[in-house]
């Protein structure tokens, strides 16, 4: 069985760039979901993916954006990076919304450092 | 409504003793209460979980004590190790629901 796995580990951007990050879920899952963690606090849900449609939402504003494909693996965006984007983003994957108690299982996460 | 609160932040045990670490919610439409583990650099790692129809889980080492008129939670780690030093964090959902709302953390020390 496959985890899920993140990419890249590290990212360096500066402030008003773009950056895509990725996931791939794990096998047998068809449901990817990020969070956003900053130094020292709990994952923040930013959204959730299911069927290659956004299906749920955090308070995060719409330069958060992403994408699910056939594959289930999924991809965030965020458009004009500010400082305080600097943060661990977190992907999890899980079974079907309603299937299951939502059992999310994390990747390792990607580092995102805005300068 | 949709906060889940956790304590303490920091928690030093010797080898061998009881960690315990506390966690309370508001919304009482929650019915599903994980706790995870995360290590430096790492990913969160799902460690146990409970359903409000039990009052207790115990896997291992690790033991949910779950008090549902106070909406309340903990996690005990008994005889704890070393290795379990590491941040922890409670979480909590509802069925069918996108997200887990996460508690602050509890980094967790424990002495050799």
């Known amino acids: 069985e496959t985890g899920v796995t993140q990419s890249p580990t590290h990212l360096i951007k500066t402030r008003g760039q773009q950056v895509t990050l990725r996931c791939s879920s794990q096998?047998?899952?068809?449901?990817v979901s990020w969070y956003q963690q900053a130094l020292g606090q709990g994952p923040q849900f930013i959204f959730q993916?299911?069927?290659?449609?956004?299906?749920g939402r955090g308070n995060f504003p719409p330069r958060f954006s992403g994408l699910q494909f056939p594959n289930y693996s999924s991809e965030l965006n965020v458009n004009a990076l500010e400082l305080d984007d600097s943060a661990l983003y977190l992907c999890?994957?899980?079974?079907?919304?309603?299937?299951?108690?939502?059992?999310?299982?994390f990747g390792p996460g990607t580092r995102l450092t805005v300068l | 409504q949709q906060q889940v609160k956790q304590s303490p932040q920091s928690l030093i045990v010797q080898k061998g003793g009881i960690s315990i670490i506390n966690c309370a919610y508001e919304?009482?439409?929650?019915?599903?209460f994980p706790w995870y583990q995360q290590f430096p650099g790492k990913g969160p790692a799902l460690l146990i979980a409970?359903?409000?129809?039990?009052s207790e889980k115990k896997e291992g080492r690790f033991t949910i004590s779950f008090n549902k008129s106070a909406k309340q939670f903990s996690l005990h780690i008994m005889d704890s190790q070393p290795g379990d030093s590491a941040t922890y964090f409670c979480?909590?959902?509802?069925?069918?629901?996108?997200?887990?709302?996460f508690g602050q953390g509890t980094r967790l020390t424990i002495n050799p």
């Open positions: 999890a994957s899980s079974l079907a919304p309603g299937a299951s108690y939502n059992e999310q299982f």
């Open positions: 096998s047998g899952h068809n449901t």
């Open positions: 993916y299911y069927r290659e449609e956004e299906n």
């Open positions: 919304n009482t439409a929650f019915d599903y």
């Open positions: 409970i359903r409000p129809d039990v």
């Open positions: 979480a909590a959902s509802m069925w069918g629901a996108q997200k887990l709302v």
